[in-house]
């Protein structure tokens, strides 16, 4: 994986280990990762089909345990498939003696979205780069959610925070 930093952090280790394992199987092993750390993505199935420190690309079948009432892919599905990608491209550029909080999220849906749906969310050189330099910040996200007949339905915008993860000083 490239990176603009010499010590990746704890997660990009971790998704690093998996470069070994045979292409077929990277996407599975890697579910199997994330689904670990934020068991609510496993609920869902969320696949996690593409993790680098600059983008992160996530899909979501439209399957009926993340159907509305119209058969379309729900609203806060939506909201999980794009906070989701979001959160893990800070999560593979925060440093390990910090951790990402979800600050800010503002969501306009714009049409209806026909099947499946995936999200990518990428950072620039300079937001990677702000990221290891300090232990606090915050950083807004962009991320596209676009569905199976490529029309974005949802037009999102998301602000993490990172802070030191050690105890809180008064």
Do not use: Y
């Amino acid at each position: 994986m490239t990176t603009l930093h010499n010590n990746p952090n704890r997660l990009e280790r971790q998704l690093d280990r998996l470069s070994d394992l045979p292409a077929f199987a990277r996407s599975f092993f890697r579910g199997v990762v994330m689904h670990r750390a934020v068991p609510f993505t496993g609920t869902a199935g969320l696949d996690f089909l593409l993790m680098t420190p600059a983008k992160v690309e996530i899909g979501l079948k439209n399957e009926k345990k993340v159907q509305n009432h119209i058969g379309g892919i729900h609203a806060s599905a939506m909201n999980l498939l794009a906070e989701t990608a979001t959160g893990m491209v800070v999560g593979m550029n925060v440093r390990d003696d910090c951790i990402p909080l979800a600050k800010e999220l503002k969501m306009a849906f714009k049409k209806r979205a026909t099947g499946s749906l995936r999200a990518v969310a990428t950072l620039s050189d300079e937001q990677r780069a702000a990221m290891q330099a300090s232990d606090k910040g915050e950083v807004t996200v962009a991320v596209t959610v676009t569905d199976e007949a490529g029309v974005n339905p949802v037009e999102c915008e998301f602000v993490w925070a990172w802070i030191p993860s050690g105890p809180r000083k008064n």
